[in-house]
Nanobody
Framework: QVRLVESGGGLVQAGGSLRLSCAAS????????MGWFRQAPGKEREFVAA????????DYPDSVKGRFTISRDNAKNMVYLQMNSLKPEDTAVYYC??????????????WGQGTQVLVSS
């Protein structure tokens, strides 16, 4: 199973930027997609971004499209989430995931511990 560790969360003012990083380690029997989900207090888990194994296919929901960019570096076993033009509603715990490419959280078998992003107005 792939182990994931996120970093890069923190406090930022609205309109600012943050870059989340996720380090992957461990063994996988097959290439895997990676992605990000988030969960705010009292809300359901929300899909944020996904990227295919080769990095050529990405997906975003409308809520972050044009503001967030996911990328990966397989040589370094890293995935990144560049977040620009942040809004207070982006405040949440962000989770890095690895598994099958989709928007469905149940298709991702590996989850990180999460990193907190707080956007002040």
């Amino acid at each position: 199973q792939v182990r994931l560790v996120e970093s890069g969360g923190g406090l930022v003012q609205a309109g600012g930027s943050l870059r989340l990083s996720c380090a992957a380690s461990g063994r996988s029997d097959s290439p895997y997609a990676m992605g990000w989900f988030r969960q705010a207090p009292g809300k359901e888990r929300e899909f944020v971004a996904a990227i295919s194994w080769g990095g050529g296919i990405t997906d975003y929901p409308d809520s972050v499209k044009g503001r967030f960019t996911i990328s990966r570096d397989n040589a370094k076993n890293m995935v990144y989430l560049q977040m620009n033009s942040l809004k207070p509603e982006d405040t949440a715990v962000y989770y890095c995931v690895a598994g099958r490419y989709s928007r469905d959280p149940t298709t991702f078998g590996s989850w990180g511990q999460g990193t907190q992003v707080l956007v002040s107005s």
